[in-house]
């Protein structure tokens, strides 16, 4: 897993929630849609995991998949009950590795995917107030296609580009068009560009760690981003990652890496 995925991909789930069509659906007159519910794929060019993020208020939660199996349930207890619950909730799966030819190998994607069937997905849970929520996420198989970086890159296989730290840095893919699997249409509704200082380590820890991070979301017509010279510190080296996020909120990365010279 990249450093930055945890932090970033709940924020672009919840900003899908909002806009796409349907994300949830309530279909008891009684009971209150979440105000976010989500279940997505995400995909990098060697492993595969899935992510829920659900935003309410509640003492239990309860997730049940197409055919009524549980397949996620917590109820808060001591002080946090005490505490009036829980307001939101984000996991994630272990990734499966699903390159056969590399020894981390652990499965191919069929048989994720086959785990995780498509359909409605259910969520459910009630307040300590007595309020009852449900909700019913649509989880889609459809996932973008990694994004291929045209800049930056070396024209030497397996070199790190070097790039200076003086100059704004233009970060350009093409534009995925077509999905993972299959190569069927699919509709990027952003991409997310992140770009993480990792060496060398800042010696004053701010958010998560030792990192300087910017973060940019991008409309799905947009396929190139600069950089600001203001952001790049010499001799130092950075990671970068492009994610193409799908209508459904499906989501792929693909990573890259430069160094600045002096």
């Known amino acids: 897993m990249t450093i930055s995925r945890i932090l970033a991909i709940p924020l672009m789930a919840i900003a899908l929630a909002a806009t796409t069509s349907p994300a949830f659906a309530d279909d008891d007159g009684d009971e209150v849609p979440f105000p976010v519910a989500v279940m997505i794929i ?29 397949i996620f349930a917590s109820r808060t207890r001591g002080k946090l009950r005490r505490q009036n619950g829980v307001s939101e909730i984000f996991f994630a799966s272990v990734p499966s590795h699903y390159l056969e030819e590399e020894p981390n190998f652990d499965e191919p994607i069929e048989d994720f995917l086959a785990r995780w069937p498509e359909g ?17 996420v649509v989880f889609s198989h459809r996932m973008p296609a990694l994004p291929e970086i045209v800049a930056p890159v070396s024209d030497v296989e397996d070199e790190v580009v070097i790039v200076s730290a003086h100059e704004p840095l233009l970060i350009d893919w093409d534009a995925v068009t077509t999905d ?17 200082q990792v060496e060398p380590e800042r010696t004053v820890p701010w958010v998560d760690g030792s990192t300087r991070r910017a973060l940019i979301n991008l409309p799905g017509d947009i396929t190139e981003v600069t950089v600001g010279a203001e952001f790049l510190r010499p001799e130092s080296v950075y990671e970068f990652e ?10 792929t990365i693909s990573v890259g890496e430069f160094e600045t010279g002096e």
């Open 180 to 196: 993972f699997i299959a190569g069927d249409a699919v509709t990027i509704a952003e991409y997310q560009v992140i770009v993480d």
């Open 120 to 136: 409605l997905y259910e969520f459910e849970s009630t307040s300590l107030d007595g309020d009852d929520y449900e909700s019913e």
């Open 42 to 70: 995400e995909l990098t060019e060697e492993d595969i995991e899935l992510q829920i993020f659900a935003d309410g208020h509640w003492g239990n939660l309860k997730i049940t998949d197409p055919r009524d199996r549980r």
């Open 242 to 251: 492009i994610l193409a996020i799908e209508v459904n909120g499906n989501s």
